[in-house]
């Protein structure tokens, strides 16, 4: 008798795995000759509802991301194309997530999660492993 894969998956009770893509890669690490930046995916910023600015604060095994209007002293803003041009912020996202970015490349790095306080404040936390 012979099977098609769905049967035979059927018959061996197997489930396939489906990873979630939306949120992985939230982070989008570039190394340039001369800078390392950083911008958030499309899903990851409207997700944020498409902040002008964003607080990262970090934790020992995460980052957490809080959308601002910029005007806090500890806002980061978004420049050309929605980057983020800060070499040494981004050298530390890179530190975390252990990812190696080699020069002339790009990286998608980091999984997350948003939350929503009860305030209606909403922030997202970013997970490396």
Do not use: W
Request: glycine share 6%; with cysteine; charged share 20%.
């Amino acid at each position: 008798m012979k099977q098609n894969l769905n049967e035979f998956l059927a018959s061996v009770n197997a489930h396939a795995y489906t990873p979630d893509k939306s949120l992985a890669g939230c982070f989008i690490i570039t190394n340039t000759v001369n800078s390392r930046r950083f911008r958030l995916s499309k899903t990851f910023r409207d997700a944020l509802n498409s902040p002008i600015a964003i607080e990262l604060y970090f934790t020992e095994d995460s980052v957490l991301v809080i959308p601002t209007d910029g005007t806090s002293k500890c806002s980061i803003t978004f420049r050309s194309g929605g980057y983020v041009y800060d070499s040494c912020l981004t050298e530390k996202l890179i530190e975390m997530s252990g990812v190696e970015v080699p020069e002339g490349k790009s990286r998608k790095i980091g999984i997350f999660t948003t939350n929503q306080l009860e305030d209606g404040s909403i922030y997202a936390e970013v997970k490396f492993n």
